[in-house]
């Protein structure tokens, strides 16, 4: 009877410890895309805000293309990215600047 209490300890603890160490994957994956998503859309405003008279619109234009594109990266782009697109993230890049901006005189560059 004494051991059934600390055993019990025990046995949650593992329990939890182990859908901790599980669940972290998937977290770390989820922070890795957001982290990509904010540097994609800091280069974006950056960039924009050089070539564009009108800037009334980059924050929200940006922030779509770069949500866009990040939720279409693969996992492999997501660890793979480096502050630079590879040539397929640079078509999905395109593909979401095209989407979202609305400004003619808006780029297609990351």
């Known amino acids: 009877m004494v051991l059934t209490r600390p055993l019990g300890l025990v046995v949650a603890s593992a ?58 990266l693969s996992a492999q782009q997501v660890s793979a990215y480096k502050n630079k697109l590879d040539k397929a993230g640079l078509a999905i890049w395109a593909s979401a600047t095209k989407a979202c901006f609305k400004s003619q005189t808006a780029s297609a560059k990351p």
Not at 50 to 57: A, F, I, Q, V
């Open 15 to 72: 329990v939890l410890f182990g859908s901790l160490v599980a669940s972290s994957a998937p977290v770390a994956a989820a922070a890795s895309r957001d982290l990509v998503r904010l540097s994609l859309l800091d280069g974006c405003v950056m960039g924009e805000w050089k070539k564009r008279e009108d800037t009334s619109r980059i924050a929200e234009e940006c922030k779509c293309a770069s949500q866009k594109a990040a939720s279409q």
